[in-house]
């Protein structure tokens, strides 16, 4: 079978107090959920009804068969899921500071299983059939999942829509101008290329949002998303369509999910083949939602509840 939409990236266990305003060393009670960005759009997507799979890799251990039970009750095809012996699932904290600060600690040492995926394992022909194939920027930190991300987007050589998504994580890299040669490499093979004003600047060299976008069109994508934070959104396409979508009003409890909401959103309206104002607008509805809910995975929302949201305004 052919996939709506393929992710390739992290995965992990978030652990997420139970307690907002309030930080670690007094946290006295957490959630645990299913994370990772790649596998939260996966997630999304599946949510808004697309048949979606994640290839990740995850430790050998308890945490890992969470991740596939999770992932199942999603309704997320895990098959190219695998575990590594020896290394352990990894666990990312936060503290949840509303309206805007929303600290991360991540756990992946010695080294995270996602960056395990091994370039010979690809099912290169489920990639290439995919309508959409969306990686992580993380994915080319380091190897072997470099080698594996861009042989990936080779093989699929802009079949359908492959989305990069920027993904800029500074703790896994030495600097900026160690990821900018493997961000140029990937931006060949992408049609849509999507990140914040940090993630394009890392990207192009560029952080003004017009330029930024232009330059990642320069670059040969045919569609340029930058998200803008309380600005919102900005899309511009090679054919020269243009949309500037303001952020959805809402009572921000944690921000940390909103951009996976967002992905998996813009997936389904670049499949239902909707312009990019309706597409920017809905997936700004479905990011705010999401910010207005403590967990990532579980808080994706349904397309009934994005409607409504664009209906009202506002997230109520």
């Known amino acids: ?36 960005s790649a596998t939260n759009v996966a997630v999304a997507a599946a949510r808004l009804g697309r048949s979606t799979a994640v290839i990740t890799r995850t430790g050998d251990d308890p945490f890992g068969t969470y991740l596939h039970e999770a992932l199942k009750g999603f309704g997320v095809d895990d098959r190219w899921v695998t575990p590594v012996p020896g290394l352990p699932t990894p666990v990312t904290f936060c503290e949840v500071f509303p309206p805007d600060d929303f600290p991360l600690y991540f756990y992946r040492l010695p080294k995270a299983p996602d960056l395990e995926i091994d370039a010979h394992e690809l099912d290169l022909d489920a990639i290439r059939d995919a309508r959409i194939f969306w990686v992580t920027g993380t994915g080319l930190s380091e190897e072997p999942s470099r080698t594996a991300t861009l042989a990936a987007l080779a093989h699929r050589a802009k079949a359908g829509t492959t989305v990069f998504d920027l993904d800029w994580r500074p703790m896994f890299w030495s600097d900026p101008a160690a990821a900018r040669p493997f961000y140029k490499e990937a931006l060949r093979h992408t049609t849509v290329a999507v990140g914040n004003l940090d993630e394009v600047e890392v ?19 045919q569609v340029a998303v930058v998200k803008q934070g309380p600005k919102g ?84």
């Open 1 to 36: 079978m052919a996939y709506d939409l393929i992710t390739m990236g992290r995965i992990g266990v978030d652990l997420y107090p139970l307690q907002t305003g309030v930080p670690l060393p007094q946290v006295t009670s957490f959630g645990k959920f299913l994370g990772g």
């Open 203 to 221: 990207a192009t060299g560029v952080r003004e949002p017009h330029a930024a976008a232009q330059t990642l069109l320069d670059a040969g994508v």
């Open 233 to 316: 959104v900005l899309a511009v396409s090679s054919d020269g369509e243009t949309a500037e979508v303001p952020p959805l009003p809402v009572d921000v409890l944690n921000g940390l999910g909103a951009g996976d909401a967002f992905g998996g959103s813009l997936c389904h309206g670049l499949l239902e083949g909707w312009d990019l104002e309706r597409t920017m607008r809905h997936a700004n509805a479905a990011g705010a939602i999401v910010a207005s809910r403590l967990e990532c995975s579980s808080a994706m929302p349904t397309p009934d509840e994005i409607e409504a949201a664009i209906a009202a305004g506002a997230v109520k």
